[in-house]
T-cell receptor, first 116, second 115 residues
């Protein structure tokens, strides 16, 4: 059981370049999330997917797009990277206990992205 | 709307002394509350969770937290700090009946343990 995996672990981009961050989970969870972590600001939700086939905006969605490829995979795309997107990105998954009651989230190891 | 405030950005204790990390929350309905730990350059690991069962919740590595609805608090404690407890700690609230499972994270508390 690998849990939540993310690729790549590190990435350096130039302003204007695009890239996709990959995330996969093997726990058969319905819900998946993308966060960014900046110093002193905790984790902020970028996008989430409550179930396969659905995605929704979080707190800081501007400049990002997501795809829920199947139940296992949830990717995050930066179409035109900006220095303000320099951050650590975490993917997470969780299971719905029942009628909107949510269990804890399981996190991947993170992707450290630098945009020059 | 839900929110969470971690009252201390940094806490420093000596090894063997008690740890107290404070968290206040705001939630319209019945909240689920969590504490996560993050060691340097690592992902987040769940310490403990409250989901409307017992108000005193025990977690891993000797940590526990008490849900106090009247004070809207969920403080994290440990009787005796160990050097390995040095890390960043996050308090998290998730509204059980709204927000489609979205969680709100506190800004984190950095715990330093002195030998």
């Amino acid at each position: 059981n690998a849990g939540v995996t993310q690729t790549p672990k590190f990435q350096v981009l130039k302003t204007g370049q695009s890239m996709t961050l990959q995330c996969a989970q093997d726990m058969n969870h319905n819900s998946m999330y993308w966060y960014r972590q900046d110093p002193g600001m905790g984790l902020r939700l970028i996008y989430y997917s409550a179930s396969e086939g659905t995605t929704d905006k979080g707190e800081v969605p501007n400049g990002y797009n997501v795809s829920r490829l199947n139940k296992r995979e949830f990717s995050l795309r930066l179409e035109s990277a900006a220095p303000s997107q320099t951050s650590v990105y975490f993917c997470a998954s969780s299971e719905i206990l029942g009628q909107s009651s949510y269990n804890e989230q399981f996190f991947g190891p993170g992707t450290r992205l630098t945009v020059l | 709307a839900q929110s969470v405030t971690q009252l201390d950005s940094h806490v420093s204790v000596s090894e063997g002394t008690p740890v107290l990390l404070r968290c206040n929350y705001s939630s319209s309905y019945s909240p689920s509350l969590f504490w996560y730990v993050q060691h340097p350059n690592k992902g987040l690991q769940l310490l403990l969770k409250y989901t409307s069962a017992a108000t005193l919740v025990k977690g891993i590595n000797g940590f526990e937290a008490e849900f106090k609805k009247s004070e809207t608090s969920f403080h994290l404690t440990k009787p005796s700090a160990h050097m390995s407890d040095a890390a960043e700690y996050f308090c998290v609230v998730s509204d059980r009946w709204t927000n489609a499972g979205k969680s709100t994270f506190g800004d984190g508390t950095t715990l330093t343990v002195k030998p």
